[in-house]
């Protein structure tokens, strides 16, 4: 059983494409006993989104997705020192923020961008992306992998970029060792 206390942060992406393709209901499942969590940039970013793509709305009305201020001292310092890194023309800020809560509190990132989980990885940040949440899914039993090559394909139709083309994801998962051997 995964500790009811670890909390996932997640980034503005995963939320948006699974939201956008229907399986919001699919990372309800992967999250399980543990918190998810956005920071309020992440909500701005959803919040400003939503005029032109309405599925934002769904994200933000997720009861199981609790909403936190990035306002403590240290959680602010490390904004800053992510903001520097990953920034650009406001570009990017929902993952600094993301990073800056994690490495503040002890969370785990949940960030498919490869530029902010090389930071993660540099700073000591705990990183995951979403396909790592969903080969633990198949493991645990909670989902086939037959479903999750559906969700990843239909995440590639939205133009989400994954390691792989449509079809891919079982052999990826295979050859990276993240779904047991067939």
């Known amino acids: 059983m995964r500790n009811r206390t670890e909390e996932l942060i997640f980034d503005t992406g995963p939320l ?19 918190v998810a969590v956005i920071p309020d940039t992440v909500t701005d970013e959803l919040n400003a ?14 009861p199981w997705i609790e909403r936190r201020d ?8 490390h904004l800053g020192q992510f903001a520097k890194m990953l920034v650009v023309n406001e570009r990017n800020l929902g993952e600094a923020a993301v990073l800056a809560y994690a490495k503040a509190n002890g969370a785990t990132a949940i960030i498919d961008d490869r530029s902010a989980r090389k930071v993660a990885q540099l700073h000591g940040v705990s990183c995951r992306g979403t396909l790592s949440l969903l080969c633990e899914a198949i493991h645990d039993g909670h989902l086939t992998i037959s ?36």
């Open 147 to 182: 479903l999750v090559s559906t969700v990843a394909d239909h995440l590639i139709e939205s133009n989400y970029r994954l390691p792989f083309k449509p079809g891919g994801f079982e052999r990826w998962a295979r050859e990276n060792c993240l779904i047991p051997a067939s």
């Open 16 to 34: 948006s494409h699974f939201a956008q393709q229907g399986w919001l209901g699919i990372l309800r499942l992967v999250v399980g006993e543990r």
């Open 49 to 62: 989104g939503i005029p032109g793509r309405p599925h934002l709305r769904l994200v933000l009305d997720a």
């Open 70 to 77: 990035l306002t403590t001292e240290n959680e602010l310092r």
